[in-house]
């Protein structure tokens, strides 16, 4: 069965610095999609950035980036220059197979972030 | 404008009462879902609908019921609310047939007491 794990409740970085959200992955399935979603404290979902389990390259959206690392079943999301906006809750989450499962998105339990001034 | 649109915004419930959320896309996309998100746990599927006419459990479907109704809306229904019902739902759709466009509601915050 599919599971995405989040391990870091809380963050906090420094602003302007660059900072790692970790998520690590479990699925069967070779075909697959990584989505990372950013939640601020009036409550929608904003997608940030998607990684499919055969591109090549890391995704990069602005200044967020995945770091793939396909072997080891991690997608981490690498926000550089970090701004006090950053401030959220961070998902992971996960589809497994283009055609199976409905198309339904898993999510981790997330990582909740802190810019400081 | 075009997105997923989730009534009612907030709701409080008593234990026992029963209730249903409303959703609905104008994007016409073939595929709808329910999740609900505690503190914690992050956001779980209740149930999903993968295209017209049919719908499946999810993760967490005990005490919901779904209605698939017509392509554009899929409605949950509590049919006795307890308080671990408590929570905030959110309703999304996308294309099945392709990774992208997932487009989540607003929320609904129900408190069951």
């Known amino acids: 069965a599919q599971k995405i794990t989040q391990t870091q409740p809380g963050m906090f970085v420094q602003e302007k610095e660059a900072v790692t959200l970790d998520c690590t992955y479990d699925?069967?399935?070779?075909?697959?999609?990584l989505f990372w979603y950013k939640q601020p404290s009036s409550g929608e979902m904003i997608f940030l950035i998607y990684?499919?389990?055969?591109?090549?390259q890391n995704a990069t959206e602005g200044r967020y980036s995945l770091n793939f690392q396909k072997a080891r079943k991690s997608a981490n999301l690498v926000i550089s220059a970090s701004q006090l906006g950053d401030s959220a809750m961070y998902f992971c989450?996960?589809?497994?197979?283009?055609?199976?499962?409905?198309?339904?998105?898993?999510f981790g339990q997330g990582t909740e972030l802190s810019v400081k001034p | 404008n075009a997105g997923v649109t989730q009534t009612p915004k907030f709701q409080v419930l008593k234990t026992g009462q029963s209730m249903t959320l409303q959703c609905a896309q104008d994007?016409?996309?073939?595929?709808m879902y329910w999740y609900r998100q505690d503190p914690g746990m992050g956001l779980r599927l209740i149930y999903y609908?993968?295209?017209?006419?049919?719908?499946d459990k999810g993760e967490v479907p005990n005490g919901y019921n779904v209605s698939r109704l017509n392509k554009r809306e899929f409605s949950l229904r509590l049919e006795s609310a307890a308080p671990s019902q408590t929570s905030v739902y959110f309703c999304?759709?996308?294309?099945?047939?392709?990774?992208?466009?997932?487009?989540f509601g607003s929320g609904t915050r129900l408190t069951v007491v």
């Open positions: 999304a759709s996308s294309e099945a047939q392709s990774f992208y466009g997932y487009t």
């Open positions: 699925t069967s399935d070779p075909s697959y999609g």
């Open positions: 990684q499919g389990s055969y591109d090549q």
């Open positions: 989450a996960m589809r497994e197979g283009l055609r199976n499962q409905g198309g339904k998105l898993i």
């Open positions: 994007m016409n996309h073939n595929s």
């Open positions: 609908s993968a295209s017209e006419g049919t719908t």
